[in-house]
């Protein structure tokens, strides 16, 4: 076989649809998050936008926890809108005060959020951190800031664990239940060098190794092995043959829910999905009495799937068209 299969052993880690999940970090974990938010999944991704480094990663998290959302020293003007170093670009608007009134809004979201979690899921991108020459603070992006204006510098695996714990000491006064699961991004930094970006995701990995060895409640899942090793080919890839395509990212997802659904859960995922196809479905004629008998079918399903799941939104929508053609 061509290939170089990567194997999981049987998780102790189990999602089904009762889980209260959250996923942080690079956009790797945005792509895992909304596949399960497009699988009905109670999933929250990214509140506070994307994080690459870890440490910055872990200080929205205490931050959370503590209910400090004050990034009032963080701030900065560029082409007429604000930016904050704490968070990433997608964050920026016309005054401060819109921009403290959001953060203090999401960062009360990420705090209950944690509150409620029995899995975080952290992805992990880059062992780079940028630090303001004027007073030594990471910054999670650099906003298009002169270069002469930060540090940069790779972290050591030991700053990265140790700030896992201090991060986990915290968010245990808050909720000693969650599990955590620990991935490294398959997206290159190349800008950092393909010879940088190798070590970089080396000290992550290793960090990774050391924290699920420590802790019963990390564990690792080799997301970043999947993309290196079994996909090793450009046709998983984007144009910019950094980021991971679909085809890439559904062959990865299908292999994680091989490695955490259980038998039931998978059962509930493939109806949805059928589902979820079946709605996507585009007519030839519309006003037709098979189609209308299509969409009957299609809602009464529904309804009997939203017993378990959340489907108001797609059923009071299909009822509007039901209406509409009569």
């Not at 929250?44 to 959370?64: H, W, Y």
């Not at 963080?74 to 401060?96: A, C, M, Q, V």
């Not at 030991?158 to 997206?187: A, C, H, R, W, Y």
């Not at 899942?221 to 984007?238: H, K, N, S, T, V």
Request: proline residues 3%; negative net charge.
């Amino acid at each position: 076989m061509f290939r170089t299969e990567v194997h999981t052993s049987d998780s102790p880690i189990k999602i089904d649809y009762d889980s209260q999940i959250l996923t942080l970090g690079s956009c790797f974990a945005t792509n895992i998050g909304d596949k399960l938010v497009s699988g009905k999944f109670s999933t929250k991704v990214n509140p506070l936008g994307i994080s690459f480094n870890p440490l910055s990663i872990f200080e929205l998290i205490e931050r959370a926890t503590l209910e400090d959302s004050d990034l009032s020293d963080y701030y900065l003007n560029r082409d007429g809108l604000f930016y904050n170093y704490k968070l990433h670009s997608d964050f920026r608007f016309e005054t401060k005060n819109e921009f403290d009134r959001t953060i203090t809004s999401s960062f009360n979201e990420l705090h209950k959020v944690l509150s409620d979690s029995s899995l975080i899921i952290l992805t992990l991108g880059t062992a780079y951190i940028y630090e303001r020459k004027v007073d030594q603070e990471i910054v999670s992006n650099c906003h298009k800031q002169p270069s002469q204006n930060f540090n940069k510098r790779l972290l050591t695996v030991e700053e990265i664990i140790s700030g896992f714990f201090e991060m986990k000491e915290q968010l245990d006064k808050l909720n000693s239940k969650t599990q955590f699961l620990l991935t490294v991004s398959p997206v290159r930094h190349t800008k950092d060098t393909l010879e940088g970006n190798a070590v970089s995701k080396s000290i992550l990995r290793t960090a990774c190794h050391y924290i699920s060895e420590m802790a019963n409640e990390v564990f690792y899942y080799p997301a970043f092995e999947i993309m290196m090793d079994d996909l090793r080919d450009y046709r998983f890839y984007e144009a910019d043959l950094i980021h991971p395509n679909s085809q890439g990212i559904g062959y990865i997802w299908n292999h994680f829910r091989e490695s955490f659904f259980d038998e039931g859960t998978e059962m509930l995922y493939k109806k949805w999905s059928k589902l979820q196809r079946a709605l996507l479905h585009k007519p030839f004629n519309p006003d037709s009495e098979s189609h209308k008998k299509f969409l009957h079918k299609i809602e009464e399903e529904l309804k009997a799937l939203s017993e378990v799941l959340d489907l108001k939104n797609e059923i009071n929508s299909l009822q509007k068209v039901l209406v509409k053609h009569g």
